[in-house]
C-alpha cells in the first residue's frame, strides 16, 4: 500500500512524487493537538515522510494544508501542494543540508545577472530585481555585485557571511519558504526577502518570472497545452503559497489581501 498507517497515523512518505498514487481517503480536516494543529485524512493524522507528526502553529495554517488535500481529485499530486510541502520540509528538515544548498547558489543568483540589451529587458530587470538587492544594500548596508552578460561573478566575503546568518537565524518554517521560493526563482535573495516579509506576492512573482515575462510581452503567450501555461503558473503557485504561509504563521488571517489578478502582469 502506498500509505501505511503508523499507530493509527497516515505516513504520506510513500505517495509518489510523480501524481500517480489513487487517493485513497473522502475527506480532510483539521484537529487540534497537544502541541498544535494537524490534518487529518479520514479522521487519522499525518505523519511525514521521517515518520513526525505535522504539526503546525495554528488552525489557519493546517487548513490551507488541509484545503490541499481537499482539492485533490482521482491521484494526488504533490508538485501541486506547496503548502503541504513547505510544511513538511520545515517538520524533516535538515538545516544544514538546506542551508549549504541555498549559500551555494549566492554567485549564480539570478538577480545579479543583468543585460545590456535589449534596453526594454535591461528596464525590466532593473524593475523587478533592482527592489530586492536595494533591500540588502539599503537596509543592511551590503554590498551586492551585478554584472551584465554571463561572466560570472562572486560576491564580498562580508555579503555572503551576512545571507549566511539571515538564513541561520530563520525558523525551520521560514527556512523551508525561502527553500520553495529561492528554487522557483532562482535567487538566495529573493527566498531571504520574502522571509523578511519585504515581497507581495506580485513582486515575488515579477522579480522570479521578470525575464519569461518580458519573453511572452515581447512575443506572445502560447495557449494550449504545450504553451506557457504550467511554466507561469507553476512559479506562481508555489510562491503565492510560500508567502501565504508565512502570513498565517504570522496570524494574518486575511492572506489573500496580497493576492491580485494575473492578468494585471502579463
Known amino acids: 500500500k502506498p500509505v501505511a498507517l503508523l499507530k493509527g497515523m497516515i505516513n504520506v512518505g510513500g505517495i509518489k512524487p510523480n501524481g500517480s498514487t489513487k487517493k485513497f481517503y473522502k475527506r480532510a480536516e483539521i484537529g487540534q493537538m497537544d502541541d498544535g494543529w494537524t490534518v487529518l485524512l479520514d479522521g487519522r493524522p499525518i505523519v511525514t515522510e521521517d515518520k513526525r507528526r505535522l504539526v503546525v502553529p495554528n488552525a489557519s495554517v493546517a487548513s490551507a494544508i488541509a484545503f490541499e488535500w481537499d482539492a485533490q481529485q482521482e491521484y494526488i499530486k504533490p508538485f501541486i501542494m506547496p503548502m503541504m510541502s513547505i510544511a513538511a520540509t520545515a517538520i524533516d528538515v535538515d538545516r544544514k543540508k538546506i542551508i549549504a544548498k541555498l549559500l551555494k547558489y549566492m554567485d549564480t543568483d539570478s538577480m545579479c545577472y543583468r543585460v545590456d540589451s535589449p534596453a526594454s529587458l535591461a528596464r525590466m530587470q532593473k524593475k523587478y530585481w533592482d527592489p530586492v538587492l536595494n533591500y540588502f544594500r539599503d537596509k543592511h548596508g551590503l554590498e551586492v555585485f551585478t554584472t551584465e552578460g554571463i561572466a560570472s561573478i562572486s560576491q564580498p566575503a562580508e555579503t555572503k557571511l551576512k545571507l549566511a546568518e539571515f538564513i541561520d537565524e530563520s525558523t525551520n518554517f521560514e527556512l523551508a519558504a525561502i527553500k520553495s521560493v529561492a528554487e522557483v526563482g532562482y535567487s538566495t535573495m529573493l527566498g531571504i526577502a520574502v522571509a523578511h516579509r519585504q515581497m507581495t506576492i506580485k513582486s515575488a512573482y515579477n522579480a522570479a518570472m521578470a525575464e519569461r515575462l518580458y519573453q511572452i510581452r515581447r512575443y506572445g ?35 489573500f489581501a496580497r493576492q491580485y489578478n494575473p492578468e494585471n502582469d502579463i
Open 221 to 255: 503567450e502560447v495557449k494550449g497545452p504545450y504553451g506557457h501555461g504550467i511554466e507561469l503558473e507553476y512559479p506562481r503557485l508555489h510562491i503565492a503559497s510560500a508567502i501565504t504561509f508565512l502570513d498565517l504563521i504570522d496570524g494574518d488571517y486575511a492572506p
